[in-house]
């Protein structure tokens, strides 16, 4: 019922930036949160930046201070500007979001490499 694509992946160097980008399309009444998970080769996925309903905003610390996550309801569509990138932010960054269509449920982009690297 519900899709979600990521864009924006890529490589860049240490200490420069990327923005994602996640558009959810489908049958959506509502979409309660979306937010960004990474997974790094050999490492369990983790939580990289959450944006709910409310306008809060939850960030891993390894993040704070350099990921920004904002949202456009309007456009179904939530961002991950990524700044002052290190090689340990190399990952595979996935789209996640809870959305009502109509009953609440859970859906994943298909994944985004980021490559820090120089």
């Known amino acids: 019922q519900v899709q979600l694509v990521e864009s924006g992946g890529g490589l860049v160097q240490p200490g420069g930036s990327l923005r994602l980008s996640c558009a959810a399309s489908?049958?959506?009444?509502?979409?309660?949160?979306m937010g960004w998970y990474r997974q790094a080769p050999g490492k369990q996925r983790e939580l990289v930046a959450l944006?709910?309903?409310?306008?809060?905003?939850n960030y891993a610390d390894s993040v704070k201070g350099r990921f920004t996550i904002s949202r456009s309801n309007a456009r179904n569509t939530v961002y991950l500007q990524m700044n002052s990138l290190k090689p340990e932010d190399t990952a595979v960054y996935s789209c996640?979001?809870?959305?009502?269509?109509?009953?609440?449920?859970?859906?994943w982009g298909q994944g985004t490499q980021v490559t820090v690297s120089s």
């Open positions: 996640y979001a809870d959305v009502y269509s109509p009953r609440l449920a859970s859906y």
């Open positions: 944006h709910t309903s409310s306008g809060s905003t």
């Open positions: 489908g049958i959506i009444f509502n979409i309660n949160a």
